[in-house]
């Protein structure tokens, strides 16, 4: 089936109405003035996901400062990010 109504003149197109689960398989024909080009091969079937995953947990936090009326805890950070930057950490505390 043909993606693109408009024609494209450079040789890299982003496709972003995906649906998560589903396959698909893209191959690219040429034009010019004397008509098309036969296709290229297959990009092969792949199906869309999400290309991140939740990151790896934490090291496990350790006490390092105690005074009357604070703590400090320290941890390392996961061995993986699961393809995104790790902007945040929550810390719970149980009493």
Do not use: C, H
């Not at 649906?19 to 024909?29: A, I």
């Not at 092969?44 to 009357?68: E, H, I």
């Not at 009326?69 to 009493?95: F, K, L, M, Q, R």
């Amino acid at each position: 089936m043909k993606v693109n109504r408009d024609p494209i003149s450079r040789t890299q197109q982003t496709y972003s109405d995906l649906v998560e689960g589903t396959e698909y398989e893209y191959r690219v024909l040429a034009e010019n003035e004397a008509g098309v080009s036969k296709p290229s091969d297959s990009t092969g079937v792949f199906v869309a996901k999400d290309p991140y995953g939740k990151p790896g947990k934490p090291g496990t936090p350790a006490v390092k400062d105690v005074s009357k009326g604070s703590i400090t805890v320290d941890w390392d950070a996961p061995t993986s990010d699961g393809g995104a930057e790790i902007t945040n950490y929550v810390v719970e505390v149980s009493t």
